[in-house]
């Protein structure tokens, strides 16, 4: 049974779907919200304060006596803040709305003496305190970050929500102040000063203390996020990964992703048994996995468990990137997920290989044109090169990388020539130049980590972009045909996403439906090299392996493909540190064409 997929279990436990947030959770985070924004309407808008529905908004928690405009907007944007996590079933948001909602019933009995405003906070507090148990989430991974942005994002709120509030009293408004005059108004009332627009009567103190509200209510959240404990995203510890290694080398055959499960910026969750493994990485709320699980696929369900579990436990969404048809077969049927065809993973048999035949004249070409212009080629284990080559083709992989940002989760390993990474293969190509560059006759580089004992999947590709076009296809080449000589008879390249509908939709006799969708990946591909992809794997003649993104709901969809987007580093919100302060790493193959764009369209 350690070839197939493992039978169903007999465990009376079962995980439907994976975790959902619960009925009570997302109805308290929905009345939060609706809360919240009546109390930001009740502060900002007088005609809304004056109207009918002012009897029910203004004994909403927080709008109460002189201080109505700014408590209402405190008590609003606070309340907006808590609902996400709310609805997430997070315990530290249920704890701030326990104590929020009880000072909003005291404030408004000892302000206004109004039982009805206290009732409406007992209302929304008592379902708070008999549900308590659906709200035991635990914090996410996080980082100093985290407060940067809150103070960029709020400061940017409290600006466009000010230059509301001063706007919203045209009648009472002393002159007439010019755009400029009302920026500086918000910003000096923020801090707490006044500015230079002024207002007839009490207009002046309403507008003053709504926006020191908005201000502290920014320097508040901002304290917070940047003091307390941090939580930050786990990583694979060296025990971790010497566990994985051992399970790497005894099933490690069976899955080509295998290898990049040693990704030290991941976190991995172990079976019950410890003879399987699920390594991921939390990214907005998802709790990512890629490829199939480490180890005996038997084992493969308690993994799946643990996984799902601590997903549960912090209410992540959970999701798998491009796992096998077998992976995905096992994943929705031990979870209850769903899964869908991401696109196809391109594999090369050794033995199959040959330029001869019209279908690889094009790559026959090229390579013989870049043979004579002087290249020649090196395939050589990572522990057969000396340290100073390694330190030149590292340098070289991290200058030579087409975009600021390391990209890479799911395809990629993160590093090159680390000294526990003494399997994997490097193909260089060299060529001898009058004066020697800063990498000496090194011009491109291909880095290949074990799949198992006879097989290699390709990691990164990377090239001086002064070398000739067609760096990439030599290399790819020479890797091929060295590969019997380290007992290699499989290489897996990279991922063709949607590649399936680029083919088909390029038929005579496709759909217009086939069409359309085919066209929306062409225009894609300007950004993505999604066509660009597939087109130059399949110059390589490979079999084609489908993979598949495992998924809850059809709604989790764009959630998990924004956060895919920004684990591979298509999407990044950090702030870069200045190149020679980053770490020397490597980069995914997913990705690997930024620079080799240029040699896929002169084939």
């Known amino acids: 049974m350690s070839g197939g997929v493992p039978p169903r279990t007999s465990r009376v436990r079962r995980i439907v779907r994976g975790p959902r947030p619960a009925a009570v959770p997302s109805l308290v985070a929905r009345a939060c919200a609706l809360v919240g924004l009546l109390d930001v309407a009740a502060g900002v808008f007088p005609r809304f304060r ?3 529905m002012h009897t029910f908004a203004e004994v909403l928690p927080g709008s109460f006596g002189p201080f109505a405009a700014a408590l209402s907007l405190s008590a609003g944007v606070l309340l907006l803040l808590l609902a996400h996590g709310l609805r997430r079933g997070k315990r530290r948001a249920w704890r701030a709305a326990v104590v ?18 206290a009732l409406i906070s007992v209302a ?4 708070l305190l008999v549900h308590r148990d659906q709200f035991t989430a635990l914090p996410d991974p996080r980082s100093r970050w985290r407060a940067l942005a809150n103070f960029v994002l709020m400061g940017a709120g409290s600006l466009g929500l000010g230059l509301v509030i001063v706007s919203v009293h045209p009648g009472r408004l002393i002159g007439d102040p010019s755009l400029a005059d009302r920026i500086t108004h918000v910003l000096y009332g923020l801090f707490g000063f006044e500015g230079p627009v002024d207002y007839q009567g009490n207009t002046s103190w309403t507008v003053a203390f709504s926006l020191g509200a908005l201000g502290w209510i920014t320097a508040v959240t901002t304290i917070y996020l940047a003091f307390r404990p941090e939580h930050p995203a786990a990583r694979l510890t060296e025990e971790d990964e010497s566990r994985l290694r051992a399970l790497l080398d005894k099933h490690g055959r069976r899955d080509s992703l295998g290898h990049f499960a040693l990704r030290r910026d991941k976190a991995v969750v172990f079976s019950p048994s410890g003879k399987a493994a699920v390594t991921y990485r939390v990214v907005s709320g998802v709790m990512l996995a890629s490829g ?25 969404t959970p999701a798998v990137m491009g796992c096998s048809e077998t992976g995905g077969e096992v994943w929705t049927r031990e979870t209850g997920l769903d899964a869908l065809e991401l696109g196809d993973e391109a594999v090369v048999d050794v033995a199959d290989f040959s330029l001869a035949g019209r279908a690889m004249r094009n790559v026959r070409q090229m390579v013989k044109r870049i043979e004579r212009a002087g290249y020649e080629t090196r395939v050589r284990r990572v522990r057969d090169l000396g340290e100073a080559e390694l330190d030149r083709i590292r340098r070289a992989a991290e200058n030579w990388r087409g975009t600021d940002t390391e990209r890479g989760f799911s395809m990629a390993l993160g590093r090159v020539g680390d000294a526990s990474d003494g399997d994997c293969l490097i193909a260089t190509a060299h060529k001898a130049d009058e004066v020697p560059g800063e990498y000496g006759d090194l011009k491109a580089i291909l880095h290949f980590v074990p799949w198992g004992p006879d097989g290699a999947s390709l990691d990164l590709m990377r090239r001086d ?43 005579i006799g496709a759909g217009p439906v086939l069409r359309a969708w085919r066209g929306l990946l062409v225009f894609l591909s300007r950004w993505f090299q999604i066509e660009s992809l597939y087109k130059f794997n399949a110059k390589f003649q490979p079999r084609w392996e489908p993979r598949f993104v495992v998924y809850r709901a059809s709604g989790d969809l764009p959630r998990i493909g924004f956060a895919a987007m920004q684990a591979e580093g298509f999407v990044n919100f950090a702030l870069p540190l200045p190149r020679f302060l980053r770490r020397r790493a490597g980069a995914p193959r997913a990705c690997a064409h930024a620079v080799a764009e240029r040699d896929v369209r002169a084939a």
């Open 100 to 117: 929020l909602l009880p000072a909003g019933a005291i404030s408004q009995f000892v302000y206004r003496h109004s039982i009805v405003g």
């Open 124 to 127: 929304l507090l008592i379902p």
């Open 465 to 507: 972009r002064s070398a000739d076009p067609g760096m990439n296809e030599l290399l790819i080449v020479a890797a091929l045909q060295a590969a019997p000589k380290f007992g290699i008879t499989r290489v897996s390249l990279n991922f063709a996403m949607f590649r399936s509908a680029l083919a088909r939709g390029e038929k």
């Open 50 to 52: 004056h109207s009918r």
């Open 292 to 316: 199939d699980p480490i180890g005996d696929v038997e084992a493969w369900p308690g993994a799946i468990e643990r996984f799902m579990d601590e997903a549960k436990a912090h209410s992540w």
